[in-house]
């Protein structure tokens, strides 16, 4: 079955910078576009990025652009999130996901906390 499983959350200051990696099992990897959600509390999930399934094309929510970057490695089934540059409203469980036939997939999601 499908597995997502996200790493990489933690404590982190102001301006700092953190990746995110997320491991994944249970389908064809290389065939699917990937993305990362996250959801603050008390606010509902929002996307946060979306790579194809190559790698060749990427787009980011607003909030995040210039900032955050996506990527993957089909040969290892991952796919990372860049963070930088990040901000107390970065506070967030972030989450893996898998769009596919009609179903979503979610991983349990990593918590990062941005604070001084």
């Known amino acids: 079955q499908v597995q997502l499983v996200e790493s990489g959350g933690g404590l982190v200051q102001p301006g700092g910078s953190l990746r995110l990696s997320c491991l994944a099992s249970?389908?064809?990897?290389?065939?699917?576009?990937m993305s990362w959600y996250r959801q603050a509390p008390g606010k509902e999930r929002e996307l946060v990025a979306s790579i194809s399934s190559i790698g060749t094309s990427t787009n980011y929510a607003d909030s995040v652009k210039d900032r955050f970057t996506i990527s993957r490695d089909n040969a290892k089934n991952m796919v990372y999130l860049q963070m930088n540059s990040l901000k107390p409203e970065d506070t967030a469980v972030y989450y893996c996901?898998?769009?596919?036939?009609?179903?979503?997939?979610w991983g349990k999601g990593t918590l990062v906390t941005v604070s001084s």
């Open positions: 996901n898998l769009y596919r036939r009609d179903m979503d997939y």
């Open positions: 249970g389908f064809a990897f290389s065939y699917n576009v």
